[in-house]
């Protein structure tokens, strides 16, 4: 009897620390598992994030080059006109030509570091620095 009683004590020993061990190895699971989705799903939100920005610029770099063909056509036709007035021997009014700009690196590494931009969508971003600019040149 007390043979049967120590068996069973060291089964219900035994019994407990394999129950623990595995407890203890599913929690280990459960939280690597949290681990590597919240990893997998960042990782997906920052390249979903950087494709937006990607796209942003490609769509901000074709307007420019769009503005830029404008501005030259206009600037081509003011230096003719320029040139007319000057073969023709009239004196053609020279305007001035001013060169501002409100680009800080300063300020933009300080917002990229901060993670400031992530807040905001990429539009409004564009739309904040365009009205900075434009506010800087008058």
């Not at 407990?16 to 990893?39: D, I, K, M």
């Not at 905001?120 to 904040?128: F, M, Q, Y």
Request: net charge neutral; with cysteine; charged share 20%.
């Amino acid at each position: 009897m007390v043979l049967m009683v120590v068996i069973n004590q060291k089964r219900s020993l035994l019994s407990r620390v394999g129950r623990w061990t595995a407890e203890l190895l599913l929690v280990f699971v459960g939280v690597y598992g949290a681990f590597w989705l919240n990893s997998y799903q960042q990782h997906r939100e920052d390249a979903g994030r950087r494709d937006q920005i990607l796209g942003s610029f490609e769509q901000q770099l074709r307007e420019g080059i769009e503005s830029g063909k404008k501005s030259r056509a206009i600037q081509e036709h003011k230096a003719a006109e320029f040139r007319r007035a000057l073969e023709a021997g009239e004196m053609p009014p020279v305007q001035s030509f001013v060169f501002i700009t409100d680009y800080s690196p300063i300020d933009w590494a300080t917002m990229l570091q901060s993670g400031g931009v992530q807040l905001l969508e990429v539009e409004s971003s564009w739309r904040c620095a365009t009205m900075n600019q434009l506010s800087a040149g008058d």
